[in-house]
């Protein structure tokens, strides 16, 4: 009995599946608008605890001639990503303050240089930490996050 269905299972989807594959688009070549479509995800940072995972999502505006980043956190466990910046600004080089509750990062909000904000891993609004004349480019946190 086991036999029969399994044999009629394969003559099934031997059947079938020639019918899915014509049903199929053909493949076309790659363009030049595809390619700036692509949005790359980059530098990834594990939280203390290993719950959270957050990364920059880099995204080529090809109408206004730049690039943006958002910054956005995913649990390790699996579920939906969640957006810690908003579109409009770019922001990247988020790293995580020791104990897991907050994530720095640099961004040029306010049309000013690149600083140094924090922004609460749970939402709200994100705050200035630096405030140089010239952009900061990297940070880092001390053990005991200051």
Do not use: C
Not at 80 to 88: R, S
Not at 95 to 106: I, M, V, Y
Not at 132 to 140: G, L, N, R, W
């Amino acid at each position: 009995m086991k036999l029969a269905f399994r044999l009629s299972s394969l003559s099934a989807v031997l059947v079938l599946a020639p019918l899915a594959l014509a049903q199929q688009p053909a493949p076309r070549a790659i363009t030049i608008d595809d390619y700036f479509q692509i949005r790359e995800v980059r530098d990834p940072q594990l939280s203390p605890d290993a719950k959270w995972v957050a990364y920059s999502i880099k995204t080529v505006l090809l109408n206004e001639d730049k690039n943006e980043e958002r910054i956005w956190i995913v649990p390790t466990a699996g579920g939906d990503p969640l957006a810690l910046t908003a579109d409009g600004v770019s922001s990247a080089h988020a790293r995580w303050r020791p104990d897991g509750k907050f994530l720095a990062f640099l961004s040029a909000r306010d049309e000013g240089k690149t600083q140094v904000w924090l922004l609460n891993r749970l939402g709200g609004d994100a705050e200035r930490l630096t405030d140089t004349p010239q952009d900061v480019q990297d940070f880092a946190w001390s053990p005991d996050s200051s």
